[in-house]
């Protein structure tokens, strides 16, 4: 499916979408790491089964990148592609709304690696409450000063899951809890977990919490 949107670089992909289509109480939202496909990321379904009430859709980045640099680098230096990335999420939902009259406390957001982070920059940016939200090895974007600058608002006790290992290369222990204290200062009922050994991965842990929170 194509769901147009006029911010390039992103805008203008594909966007895989599977469950009910014709009368969805629910959806999921579900974005690729960097170097990954929409079709990676969906196949995290086969993990549980798909409520029939739900939709879910998968959108593809351009070149399979959301954003250039890392994530922890101050936001300039991953424009104008982190716009587009976020409003290519703020288009999919509103696309939901407009579509299907599915209201934001039924819909799930999650992500991994790159799709995790720009999951946790959206609610950030987004607060309300959300179905669910699954941060798989990810943070929030920018520069120290960038992610512990506040945004009013509330994510009124949305489930948030935020999971990764210790030891990730890519993503900076530091980060990972300074996103969790961030989200939970704003009310969102935070499941924060540290791993060991798992490396840079998708964990059981945030298949099940998506899981639950979709049932």
Same mark, same amino acid.
């Given at each position: 499916?194509?769901?147009?949107?006029?911010?390039?670089?992103?805008?203008?992909?594909?966007? @895989?979408? =599977?469950?009910?289509?014709?009368?969805?109480? %629910?959806? *999921? &939202?579900? +974005?690729?790491?960097?170097? $990954?496909?929409?079709?990676?990321? @969906?196949? =995290?379904?086969?993990?549980?089964?798909?409520? %029939?009430? *739900? &939709?879910? +859709?998968?959108?593809?980045? $351009?070149?399979?990148?959301?954003?250039?640099?890392?994530?922890?680098?101050?936001?300039?230096?991953?424009?104008?592609?982190?716009?587009?990335?976020?409003?290519?999420?703020?288009?999919?939902?509103?696309?939901?709304?407009?579509?299907?009259?599915?209201?934001?406390?039924?819909?799930?957001?999650?992500?991994?690696?790159?799709?995790?982070?720009?999951?946790?920059?959206?609610?950030?940016?987004?607060?309300?409450?959300?179905?669910?939200?699954?941060?798989?090895?990810?943070?929030?974007?920018?520069?120290?000063?960038?992610?512990?600058?506040?945004?009013?608002?509330?994510?009124?006790?949305?489930?948030?899951?935020?999971?990764?290992?210790?030891?990730?290369?890519?993503?900076?222990?530091?980060?990972?809890?300074?996103?969790?204290?961030?989200?939970?200062?704003?009310?969102?009922?935070?499941?924060?977990?540290?791993?060991?050994?798992?490396?840079?991965?998708?964990?059981?842990?945030?298949?099940?919490?998506?899981?639950?929170?979709?049932?």
């Amino acid at each position: 499916m194509k769901i147009p949107n006029s911010m390039l670089p992103h805008g203008d992909q594909v966007v @895989l979408v =599977i469950g009910n289509t014709v009368n969805p109480q %629910k959806a *999921l &939202l579900l +974005l690729h790491g960097r170097g $990954a496909t929409a079709e990676d990321i @969906l196949s =995290i379904t086969t993990h549980f089964d798909v409520p %029939k009430d *739900l &939709l879910v +859709l998968a959108p593809q980045a $351009a070149r399979n990148t959301w954003y250039p640099e890392r994530f922890i680098e101050p936001q300039e230096a991953n424009q104008p592609d982190l716009h587009s990335s976020l409003e290519r999420i703020s288009s999919l939902i509103t696309f939901i709304h407009t579509q299907y009259k599915i209201p934001h406390n039924h819909i799930a957001l999650g992500g991994f690696s790159q799709g995790a982070c720009l999951v946790a920059e959206f609610v950030k940016q987004n607060p309300r409450h959300y179905l669910g939200v699954a941060i798989s090895s990810g943070g929030l974007i920018g520069s120290e000063a960038e992610v512990t600058q506040n945004i009013e608002g509330s994510l009124a006790g949305t489930p948030l899951y935020i999971g990764c290992d210790e030891n990730d290369f890519h993503i900076p222990k530091q980060r990972v809890t300074t996103t969790a204290n961030y989200l939970r200062e704003h009310r969102a009922d935070v499941t924060l977990r540290l791993y060991s050994d798992l490396g840079h991965t998708i964990h059981n842990e945030g298949f099940e919490f998506l899981k639950e929170a979709l049932q």
